[in-house]
């Protein structure tokens, strides 16, 4: 039976020494505040340059990550997909006008490799507004991030973007 | 209920009558009438007569509970149940309420257990729903307790009938149901065996939406192919559907409840739309074109004229066949203007891994962030707030107006009037 045993999003605790995990835990927010403004202000065109050229993208339930199943509510193998999704939104897709905003916090830092490859969680909170309608708890989950460094700035390699909300309303457009 | 219910969510008294003022509009089957999206008292006897009724539900897919012990919860209808295998390998629906107090005792979503045991009192059932144990049965120094001629097999929970076709199990209360062969009729078992040929499935995983609009509005979507070649203009650049492409909207010829929507993907990746249905089509983007086309492979793995087909089972189920994207969908009424939608993607136990990427690739075509699937559920709330708040009441279905049922056009009507005269004579309207 499937069962959650071999949940690789159990707690992780961090294997840097506090200075490091510090210092890090500093980029990666600043790289989290950008990646939620852009979203945030519907500029998801723009979203795909927060990844590299063969990252991976996942928004899936916890049930899923718990039972280890590998569908995604949105699924990207690559940057070239990440594109495809968000020229789909913007260009060719009918959905009602809507705002997104992100609060990300609980940044952990978990690990570092020599090769600087960085993993680290976020807690996030994605709040809806439709017109005429209050402003909504759309979704709530935690990021499971891989940063890699290109130049002087982060990129992520793998984001699991893991959900509890058990019953989403209606539907999801805009990536998390 | 949808959280923006809660502030606009209001329901005009007019669109709400009781049966007694449910009368079918003049003009038959061209015409809706609102009320059987909004009105309560029509929801209570859907309830009763259909989801109850001499029906087939969806409740599960035995891969998902393939060992002795393995459980999940699900829904007959608004009805909460619980899917079990029992020692004996044979497969179990039962109601998922206690038969002392009435708790709802299976609280995880799936697992595996040896009994189910209400926490409240710990009555415990057997994997077949049986009564086994109660505490305190002849109570504590000779006080208290059960009366002398409690039963243990009075008190059992509420069982349903079950039957499994090709590893999909399906449940029913009623005791004159048809085999579940006889019921899908042969030309839509034909169908189902395609996704469905009896081999292992291999589960993908999970996704569960809520669609704020009536039940019956998601069979009506399926049995709409006019709206596929419009709203979805992702299917049309990239030419999934074309109105114009070979397509067929069919409805079982017995009652025209079941039905499914095929097309047939041609050779090319991309479609040719010829300038006058390019007129027609606003949502239409010339040149747009994919950075990552692997997404659109057809990987032609079925004995089938058509590369895509939506089939609705009534009254539960969707069976999903997107070209190499597979999922059953399980409607779960929640009141007339809304449903909870579970979905369950799958491929092959026999898969290569590329095979199940290409699934899951190909899986952003569907569901609650799916490029058709999102606008699916755009639309559908937006008829369910135009039934609930207007003053008019009426919905015109007069597109192939002569017919009732199959109809090899796209630009056709035909199949939702065959599900509401079959609608019609069950409810009595």
Redesign the interface.
């Known amino acids: ?3 959650s045993t071999k949940n690789k999003f159990a707690y992780t605790p961090s294997r840097l020494d506090a200075s490091t995990a510090q210092a890090l835990r500093v980029e990666i927010e600043d790289f989290n505040a950008a990646y939620c403004a852009v979203l945030d202000a519907l500029q998801v065109e723009l979203w795909p340059e927060f990844f590299t050229e063969d990252a991976i993208y996942r ?3 916890r ?2 990550a718990e ?1 280890n ?10 940057r ?2 990440m ?3 968000a ?2 939104i913007n ?6 006008p809507r705002y997104m905003l992100h609060m990300v916090s609980n940044t952990r830092v978990i690990d570092q490799t020599p090769e600087g490859e960085i993993q680290a969680e976020a807690n996030f909170l994605l709040v809806q507004t ?1 017109v ?3 402003s ?2 759309h979704l709530a989950g935690r990021y499971y991030d891989t940063f890699v460094r290109s130049g002087d700035r982060l990129l992520l390699k793998e984001r699991q973007v893991i959900y509890d909300t ?8 805009y990536p998390v | 209920m ?3 219910q ?3 969510g209001q329901t005009v008294g007019a669109k709400n009558p009781p049966l007694s003022e449910c009368v079918w509009p003049e003009g038959g089957l061209h015409y809706i009438p609102d009320w059987v999206y909004t009105s309560q008292e029509v929801y209570d006897r859907e309830m009763e007569l259909i989801f109850h009724g001499d029906t087939w539900n969806y409740v599960a897919l035995e891969a998902e509970i ?2 002795p ?2 459980y999940k919860r699900s829904f007959v209808g608004a009805t909460p149940v619980v899917v079990s295998r029992a020692e004996d390998n044979t497969i179990h629906v039962f109601e998922n309420r206690c038969a002392h107090r009435g708790a709802e005792f299976c609280r995880n ?4 257990a040896n009994e189910f045991v209400c926490p409240y009192h710990q009555w415990s059932y057997s994997l077949k729903g049986d009564l086994q144990g109660v505490p305190f049965k002849r109570g504590v120094n000779k006080e208290g307790g059960m009366p002398k001629d409690f039963r243990n097999q009075d008190h059992g929970l509420r069982k349903l009938h079950v039957t499994t076709h090709h590893g999909v199990i399906f449940a029913s209360y009623s005791d004159k149901v048809e085999p579940i062969e006889e019921y899908l009729t042969p030309e839509i078992l034909a169908d189902f065996n395609v996704a469905f040929p009896g081999k292992p499935l291999k ?10 609009c009536n039940w019956k509005m998601y069979h009506e979507n399926l049995k709409d192919p006019y709206h596929a070649t419009l ?1 979805h ?2 299917l049309v ?1 990239f030419g999934l559907l074309v109105a114009g492409n070979k397509s067929t909207m069919f409805s079982d010829s017995k009652l025209g409840r079941h039905g499914y929507m095929g097309s047939a993907k041609s050779d090319d990746l991309y479609a040719e739309v010829n300038p006058e249905t390019k007129k027609e089509m606003r ?1 239409f ?1 010339d040149g ?1 074109r ?3 086309e692997r ?1 659109l492979n057809y990987v032609k793995e079925f004995d089938s004229p058509w590369s895509v087909t939506m089939q609705t089972v009534w009254p539960n189920l969707i069976v999903q066949r997107e070209m190499n994207t597979l999922g059953v969908r399980q409607i779960v009424p929640n009141g007339p203007n809304s449903m ?1 939608m579970q979905w369950t ?1 799958f491929g092959y136990e026999d898969d290569t891994e590329e095979m ?2 290409h699934r ?2 190909q ?2 075509l569907m ?3 799916g ?1 058709l ?3 699916d ?3 559908m ?2 008829v369910q707030e135009g039934v609930r708040r207007s003053s008019t009441d009426l919905n015109v279905l007069k597109l192939d107006a002569d017919k009732i049922g199959t109809s090899d056009s796209l630009i056709s009507e035909a199949s939702i009037r065959a599900m509401y005269q079959y609608y019609r004579s069950v409810m009595g309207f």
Request: glycine share 8%.
């Open positions: 039976m499937l069962m928004v899936t339930a049930e899923n039972l199943l590998p569908v995604g509510l949105v699924y990207a193998e690559g070239d997909m594109y495809d999704r020229v789909a260009r060719t897709q009918m959905f009602a439709l005429e309608s209050p909504t708890v058990t019953i989403l309303a209606n539907d999801l457009v | 949808y959280q923006s809660t502030v606009i393939p060992n012990g393995d979503s799936q697992g595996n589960i993908l995983g999970y996704y569960r939406n809520e669609l704020p709203l203009s992702f650049v949502s983007h747009l994919l950075r990552d997404f909870i993607m199940t990427r899951l690739r899986g952003n569901g609650p962030s490029f699937g999102l606008e559920n755009e639309a709330k937006f």
